[in-house]
């Protein structure tokens, strides 16, 4: 029983509360599906497919937590011969999430739709509603875990175990809806506004069938601010600054921060980037700094590779720090312009 209640106290303070909070992505507009089902299809060109890996914690914990999630989504132009280029969009997301010390994992996989509506013949301004649906599993292995009822008294835990144990997964159904606005700042500059709601049905979360009332996942609602500002008048220089408000229960997340866009080279299509931002958090314990993030991304053509680390500022041991690292890779497929309607972070 002394494992079962370790488990416990690992899944809900080490993984921000089974039945309150998600899964964050530093790197969140790498994984657009995932941020707001608005996104969907917000970009130059036909196809987009992209993927990312987080990796948190690995110098404090023998079996690191890890994220992995991979998402295509389309564009398709609506009608024909019209000035507007309104368009639809269509998207399919997997993630999965899995913490190592119980090995609890979460898999999901969602369908999202979009319609981005133009609000001009220049095509300058743009805005999309979107809708996402899917199915997540939750699952536990329960022979990582030992009871003192299955200890044979010499060899090990051999025995088995009298612990009145619910099945080890379940599954529910999800809904989000969201919202973007698009608009053309000048020739190169760009600003975004969305927001999204996750969770609308709350649904309960536990491996319990007659669970209490209260065992479900928070809504959660996000407003995401965004924009390309070009520095040089070629374009070649230009400032992206991000900040991301996230709240679920009491729980109140806010990523702020931005990274520069250097051209290399003779064209525009190869860049490097480099941004930095803060995460301040709010948890049942109150406000606090939570992380400094460093980033460093390359782009290459229609590829855009970035890598990001977290410096946590709150310890689990005495002289250790946490940190996450974090790598996506993204494909533009069919890539038109430099008009980039959606921002690569």
């Keep these: 029983m002394q494992k079962l209640f370790t488990a416990i106290f690992f899944t809900v303070f080490l993984c921000g509360s089974l039945a309150a909070q998600d899964k964050h992505l530093t790197q969140f507009y790498a994984a657009p599906l995932t941020l707001n089902p608005a996104l969907t299809g917000a970009f130059e060109g036909h196809y987009r497919v992209g993927t990312i890996y987080r990796d948190q914690w690995r110098r404090v914990l023998d079996n690191p937590f890890k994220s992995f999630a991979v998402g295509a989504d389309l564009r398709f132009p609506i009608g024909s011969g019209k000035v507007r280029e309104d368009a639809m969009g269509l998207g399919l997301q997997f993630v999965n999430d899995k913490t190592g010390v119980i090995d609890f994992s979460t898999t999901q996989i969602a369908l999202s ?53 619910p099945e080890n997964n379940f ?34 979360v536990s491996f319990f069938p007659n669970s209490a009332q209260g065992d479900k996942l928070y809504r959660k609602i996000s407003a995401q601010v965004a924009a390309t500002l070009p520095i040089s008048k070629d374009n070649r220089v230009s400032f992206l600054p991000r900040v991301l408000i ?61 890598m990001s680390y977290d410096l946590n500022l709150q310890a689990l041991g005495a002289k250790q720090r946490q940190g996450s690292f974090e790598l996506s890779v993204a494909y533009l497929g069919d890539y038109e312009n430099d008009g980039i309607i959606c921002p690569k972070f």
């Design 113 to 165: 739709m979009a319609y981005h509506k133009s609000l001009g013949n220049a095509n300058r301004q743009f805005l999309s509603v979107g809708l996402q649906g899917g199915l997540t599993q939750r699952n536990i292995n329960y022979s990582s875990l030992q009871f003192h009822d299955a200890f044979d008294g010499s060899t090990g835990y051999t025995l088995g175990t009298g612990e009145q144990l």
């Design 171 to 204: 599954a529910f159904t999800d809904l989000n809806i969201g919202i973007n606005y698009t608009s053309q700042i000048g020739r190169y500059g760009r600003i975004f506004l969305g927001a999204g709601m996750h969770h609308i049905l709350e649904p309960k």
């Design 246 to 306: 996230a709240t679920q229960g009491p729980h109140l997340e806010i990523n702020a921060g931005g990274n520069f866009r250097v051209a290399m080279g003779q064209g525009n299509s190869t860049a490097v980037h480099l941004g930095s931002w803060v995460r301040p958090v709010r948890n049942t314990d109150g406000i606090g700094l939570d992380a400094v993030v460093a980033l460093l991304g390359l782009e290459f053509s229609n590829v855009l590779v970035g």
